[in-house]
């Protein structure tokens, strides 16, 4: 058997030429950071419709104590996996990205654990539930969430406030109006508005959208005509219906505690009340 060198040789030069290739996109893609200083760090956070609780001085910080921040480093020193892992240990961050440019700079990209609501229950917890429904212990941290307040367990917070939470969130209505959740201890649920001297009541936590959506349209074609503090409390917890109670109008009467439904007020007509009137004359 005549061995064909001329085959060989062509088949060894074509593997030489791969190998060359691939060495040199492969520098291409990684240009040499070698003796090149880090003469940026620039830290993105994303920020959706409500503050998280970490800024970029609080990040750089943490890198600082764990002598990882990069800026007037050697770039190849500089070990953007380890930062990854690092930011990631954080509570409040739910995502880290890291990477270096040729011209000198790090950028690190972060997503934070949004908070949506804050619970201040009666048996004295005080924590923070994210819009995944996770708890977030961060009291001595502050941002601008709905507060809610009551006969709060952490599973009722976990499971059911935070479908509410993130509903009032993500509906800009809402997230404008709504500034107290308050749980009764049958489980119903009370809500506090902003604009308005009046509680919405809606019952036991179910068809929430459906119940929110109809509260939407009273406020737009009922309130806006005879006044959103007419009444001291507006019902939404049975379907295709509100029941509203009149404010009192001698509040030091009033009777604060919150009860599972209202008879609907009845508010004389002007006839009605000259009848009385003209009854009262002649006894």
């Known amino acids: 058997m005549t061995f064909n060198w001329k085959r060989y040789s062509l088949i060894a030069a074509n593997i030489a030429v791969g190998i060359y290739l691939t060495l040199a996109m492969t520098a291409f893609n990684k240009p040499d950071m070698t003796g090149k200083i880090c003469t940026q760090v620039k830290i993105d956070i994303n920020e959706s419709v409500v503050k998280g609780f970490l800024n970029a001085d609080e990040i750089k910080t943490i890198l600082v104590r764990a002598n990882l921040y990069p800026l007037g480093k050697q770039l190849a020193s500089v070990d953007i996996r380890e930062i990854e892992e690092t930011l990631i240990k954080n509570p409040f961050i739910e995502n880290a990205q890291c990477y270096k440019t040729p011209n000198g700079h790090v950028h690190i990209i972060l997503a934070q654990h949004m908070p949506i609501l804050r619970i201040l229950a009666d048996n004295g917890e005080n924590y923070y539930i994210d819009n995944s429904g996770k708890v977030m212990n961060g009291t001595r941290l502050t941002t601008d969430v709905v507060v809610a307040t009551g006969h709060i367990t952490k599973k009722y917070a976990t499971k059911v406030l935070a479908h509410i939470g993130n509903h009032i969130v993500n509906d800009k209505f809402w997230?404008?109006?709504?500034?107290?959740?308050?749980?009764?201890?049958?489980?119903?649920?009370?809500?506090?508005?902003?604009?308005?001297?009046?509680?919405?009541?809606?019952?036991?936590?179910?068809?929430?959208?459906?119940?929110?959506?109809?509260?939407?349209?009273?406020?737009?074609?009922?309130?806006?005509?005879?006044?959103?503090?007419?009444?001291?409390?507006?019902?939404?917890?049975?379907?295709?219906?509100?029941?509203?109670?009149?404010?009192?109008?001698?509040?030091?009467?009033?009777?604060?505690?919150?009860?599972?439904?209202?008879?609907?007020a009845q508010t004389d007509t002007p006839e009605q009340q000259t009848e009385k009137q003209t009854a009262k004359k002649q006894q």
């Open 175 to 264: 997230h404008n109006q709504i500034v107290q959740i308050n749980v009764l201890q049958d489980n119903s649920i009370e809500l506090v508005p902003r604009v308005g001297e009046h509680i919405i009541y809606l019952g036991q936590p179910e068809n929430i959208a459906e119940k929110l959506a109809r509260m939407e349209k009273f406020y737009k074609y009922g309130l806006n005509k005879v006044g959103w503090n007419k009444y001291s409390r507006i019902s939404v917890e049975f379907g295709n219906q509100i029941i509203c109670k009149k404010k009192d109008s001698h509040p030091h009467n009033h009777h604060i505690a919150a009860v599972p439904a209202i008879q609907k």
